[in-house]
RNA sequence: CGGGGUGUAGCGCAGUUGGUAGCGCGCGUCGUUCGGGACGACGAGGUCGCAAGUUCGAAUCUUGUCACCCCGACCA
């Protein structure tokens, strides 16, 4: 017998178990031999791998190119910006031999001790800049702008699939400029990309905002972020632009003569998201029957499943899907042919659709027998029922497949966004606050609290009230509204609200 | 690093007062099925985390050890 949802538990019985099944059920990933590390499966990684392609061209459009640094940095090269070292020196994995050797008795000792022990990168900072420090002379040399695509370490100590691992594969944005102004623009420009990425394809509502300086990057002048808001109403930060100011510049050595022929100090700045996005597109999107997927994202657009009971039936039905498959993948959608796949496994029709529900396929078409006979399919919307199927003829559904994926990825981006804005609020005095932000049931919290608008000035005194309800401050948004008010914690006047949450 | 817990088949677990290993799922074969998560029969699969001890006999008791998980501080 059908279990009601193909998830259990549902998202309101237990949220972060219900993240966790379907990270399963959608087969993206699964724990690995090493703690707080993951093997990502082929169709968590194909999510990832689409990702990359639009970021890429995003990045290329904006006149980036892409280089490759090593995993490996020198422990000196950490050392060099103070705020930098206090931030990651308690993450850092440190490789400190270079040879195995057998032990008396079976087994390998580490042997070759290294002069000076090398780290796993946890960001590639340091070891960019010491190229940056080569490869700048001359304000003829700037700006340099190169991204990377690459695996970082941070040895966390609580870890979730995807959300936060210990090895983790990201891109970062590395760039040099002459002035502050330019540097400026660039950290504003990349942020702008990740919020059209965000929006644009993963259907993921962003809030564009500043960190406050307890959340920034360390050694950051300016850390902007875009924060979305997942299902169970916390936020998720979901990608950095950082102005460095000349933090980095001094520290690496990055100089350049200046038309005066004056020596200055250059300007940088990095950025980045990660495979974090991945648990994000879950958070946002998914339901008690599994993964959702945004069609734009979506490794697999259409997937044909074809029935038949006999080697006659097959023959036709399999001709059938064939040049369905063909038809559909003459047309683009989302810049790219549209991605078909036909499922033959030996499986019973009820399973293999279930599976494709729970990988978030957005379009299931059957053909049997019968639709072969009529010339036409049978639809299953991964935005809609999992049982509901529409009968269609095959050269409506063709004609209009790429509407109906357009009209998905829209419906995904709204529903989200409505979810935000029915859980978010402006908040001004501190009890309801704390009640905006306390669970009614204690031992078994339900899903609460949501973004909360409220005043905030600079100061210790957020950070010490907030402690106890694990709230945060998310960011200072970009286009709030100013208005001037009181500090919910400190008293003193604010210019405007800053959004607070729980988060991951 | 503090507090709590768990190690038994691929996964999830049971295993009583010590008596020589079991269930569910999954997997394989065959049959009936198949347009929405099928059923039956048969079958494969285990140094009971590791080591020492007690005992005629240890998954079970003792000691040690290792690993992992959960709760706190850290975080893309």
Same mark, same amino acid.
């Given at each position: 017998m059908a279990a009601k949802t193909a998830i259990t538990p549902t998202r309101a019985d237990d949220y972060p178990e219900w993240y966790q099944q379907v990270v399963k059920a959608a087969d993206l990933a699964e724990n690995s031999p090493v703690r707080g590390c993951m093997v990502i499966k082929p169709w968590g990684y194909a999510i990832w791998e689409n990702m990359q392609r639009v970021l890429d061209k995003m990045f290329k459009d904006t006149d980036h190119v892409n280089a490759y640094f090593p995993l490996l940095i020198p422990l000196s090269f950490l050392e060099k910006e103070a705020e930098h070292v206090e931030g990651f020196a308690k993450e850092c994995a440190v490789v400190t031999h270079h040879r195995l050797e057998a032990k008396p008795g079976g087994g390998l000792v580490p042997a070759g001790e290294l002069d000076e022990p090398l780290i796993i990168r946890p960001t590639s900072e340091t070891i960019i800049g010491a190229s940056y420090a080569k490869w700048v002379q001359s304000y003829r040399d700037l700006p340099i702008l190169i991204n990377q695509w690459a695996n970082v370490m941070r040895w966390e100590m609580r870890t979730r699939m995807f959300l936060r691992t210990s090895e983790f594969l990201w891109q970062e944005g590395h760039t040099v400029h002459a002035t502050a102004q330019e540097a400026m623009e660039e950290t504003m420009r990349m942020l702008d990309v990740y919020a059209d990425f965000a929006e644009n394809y993963m259907a993921m509502p962003v809030i564009k905002g500043e960190k406050t300086p307890e959340e920034r990057f360390p050694g950051a002048v300016n850390t902007y972020t875009i924060e979305a808001m997942m299902q169970d109403r %916390?936020? +998720?930060?979901?990608? =950095?632009?950082?102005?460095?100011?000349?933090?980095?510049?001094?520290?690496?050595?990055i100089k350049f003569l200046n038309q005066e022929s004056r020596e200055e100090i250059a300007w940088t700045t990095s950025w980045g998201v990660s495979t974090r996005l991945v648990g994000g597109l879950l958070m946002t999107h998914s339901d008690d029957d599994g993964? $959702?997927? *945004? *069609?734009?994202?979506?490794?697999?657009?259409?997937? $044909?499943? *074809?029935?038949?009971?006999? #080697?006659?039936? !097959?023959?036709?039905?399999?001709?059938?899907?064939?040049? +369905? !498959?063909?038809? +559909?993948?003459?047309?683009?959608?989302?810049?790219?042919?549209?991605?078909?796949?036909? #499922?033959?496994? #030996?499986?019973?029709? &009820?399973? %293999?659709?279930?599976?494709? $529900?729970? %990988? &978030?396929? *957005?379009?299931? @078409?059957? @053909?049997?027998?019968?639709?072969?006979?009529?010339?036409?399919?049978?639809?299953?919307?991964?935005?809609?029922?999992?049982?509901?199927?529409?009968? $269609?003829?095959?050269?409506?559904? @063709?004609?209009?497949v790429t509407k109906i994926l357009d009209e998905m990825q829209s419906g995904l981006l709204n529903k989200a966004l409505k979810h935000r804005?029915?859980?978010?609020?402006?908040?001004?005095?501190?009890?309801?606050?704390?009640?905006?932000? =306390?669970?009614?049931?204690?031992?078994?919290?339900?899903?609460h609290g949501g973004f909360a608008l409220s005043h905030w000035s600079p100061g210790p005194e957020a950070l010490e009230k907030l402690k106890d309800l694990k709230v945060t401050a998310r960011c200072i948004p970009l286009d709030g509204e100013k208005e001037s008010g009181k500090c919910l914690f400190s008293g003193r006047p604010s210019p405007q609200r800053v959004i607070f949450a729980k988060s991951y």
């Open positions: %916390k936020a +998720l930060q979901s990608g =950095t632009s950082h102005f460095l100011g000349q933090n980095f510049a001094k520290a690496s050595g993964l $959702i997927l *945004p *069609p734009r994202l979506a490794p697999h657009h259409v997937v $044909i499943m *074809p029935i038949h009971r006999n #080697d006659e039936e !097959k023959a036709q039905v399999m001709e059938f899907c064939h040049s +369905l !498959k063909a038809e +559909l993948q003459a047309q683009q959608y989302s810049g790219q042919p549209l991605q078909v796949h036909i #499922d033959q496994r #030996d499986l019973r029709g &009820g399973e %293999k659709s279930w599976q494709h $529900i729970k %990988k &978030g396929v *957005p379009l299931r @078409v059957e @053909v049997g027998p019968r639709d072969v006979a009529s010339g036409s399919v049978a639809v299953g919307r991964r935005d809609q029922e999992p049982k509901a199927k529409a009968f $269609i003829p095959r050269a409506e559904f @063709v004609g209009t804005e029915e859980n978010t609020q402006k908040i001004d005095s501190w009890d309801d606050f704390v009640a905006y932000f =306390t669970p009614r049931n204690a031992d078994k919290p339900e899903i």
